[in-house]
């Protein structure tokens, strides 16, 4: 079954225009005029993503994202005529996955889905494998060569989104966000620590690294 997006949005314009380029793209689409109504389909239907827009009756955006993260982890994205950075900290605080600012394209937004859903996906998987490392994201356990290696929870955090996508190169900002959640000047030195102590855990030697590699001017990435 193709996957169901749920759009929070009391403008019938936007709603309007959402809906076709999601179904265009395949996508089953559930809508509501206020956030309480969302909240009420989001029990009722289990959709796969919500589009979420801030100023509505009943419940807000914010308000909505809240209480969604109670019984689902779906991915949610903001809609908002706020742009400014408190407010998008806000919504990324409260649980949201991502965050838009009207006015908007809607192939960006389609695009944006996608790329959240895609996201949602890897991360359903309970076993990763990458070289001789194997962690299960349902136990939070890691073995290297079939030896338990004891991670904090940062470190875990840091160390699955690596292995989930071998190969790619991630920022220290990426990573920061993704482990921990949005980032401030001056977390660099935090996120260069815990690669340190990783290293420590799962290389043969931490000053030749095999698995988490620097990417020099750019950041890191496991090898796959």
Known sequence: MSPSILIAEDDSDIRGLLRLYLES???????????????????????????????????????????????????????????????????LNLGADDYIAKPFNPVEIVARVKAQLRRAARESATVLTVQDLTLDTASFQLTKRGRSVVLTPMEYKIL?????????????????????????????????????????????????????????????????
């Open 25 to 91: 793209e395949g996508y089953r689409v559930l809508e509501a005029d206020n956030g309480a109504a969302a909240l009420d389909l989001a029990r009722e239907q289990a959709p796969d993503m919500a589009i979420l827009d801030v100023m509505m009756p009943q419940l807000n955006g914010y308000e909505l994202t809240r209480a969604l993260r109670k019984f689902s982890d779906i991915p949610i994205l903001i809609l908002s005529a706020k742009s400014q950075d408190s407010d998008k900290i806000l919504g």
């Open 160 to 224: 699955a989104l690596l292995m989930r996508s071998p190969g790619r190169i991630f920022t220290k900002i990426q990573l920061y966000e993704g482990a921990v959640g949005p980032y401030f000047e001056g977390d660099d030195n935090t996120m260069m620590v815990h690669i340190s102590k990783l290293r420590e855990k799962i290389e043969d030697d931490p000053r030749e690294p095999r698995y988490i590699i620097t990417v020099r001017g750019l950041g890191y990435k496991i090898e796959k």
